[in-house]
Nanobody, 120 residues
């Protein structure tokens, strides 16, 4: 089984920074795309940032210039560096990974989610 474990969430003041980490473990052959999603109460889940196995990235427009997604393939870990945080960034942030268990067997996995609260 594959598990994604997230860390780094918490309470921060507007303008502050947080760094989220998501480490994948288990019977992993390779990891393709990885991404961070967020969902606030009463709102739809949205893709915040994504990164391919080759390092190409995409960002939600409202976080461009403030957030940076990166990955360490040797550690099966994806990061989200969040700077200049705003109250509207408050949400549960969840990690997603497209994992190949073997050739021809690829699945989507989710972390448990970590709360990010931006408030003064």
């Amino acid at each position: 089984q594959v598990q994604l474990v997230e860390s780094g969430g918490g309470l921060v003041q507007p303008g502050g920074s947080l760094r989220l980490s998501c480490a994948a473990s288990g019977s992993i052959f390779s990891i393709n795309d990885m991404g961070w999603y967020r969902q606030a109460p009463g709102k739809q889940r949205e893709l915040v940032a994504a990164i391919t196995s080759g390092g190409s990235t995409n960002y939600l427009g409202s976080v461009k210039g403030r957030f940076t997604i990166s990955r360490d393939n040797a550690k099966n870990t994806v990061y989200l560096q969040m700077n200049s945080l705003k109250p509207e960034d408050t949400a549960v942030y969840s990690c997603n990974a497209i994992v190949a268990l073997r050739v021809g067997s690829t699945w989507s996995y989710w972390g448990q989610g970590t709360q990010v609260t931006v408030s003064s």
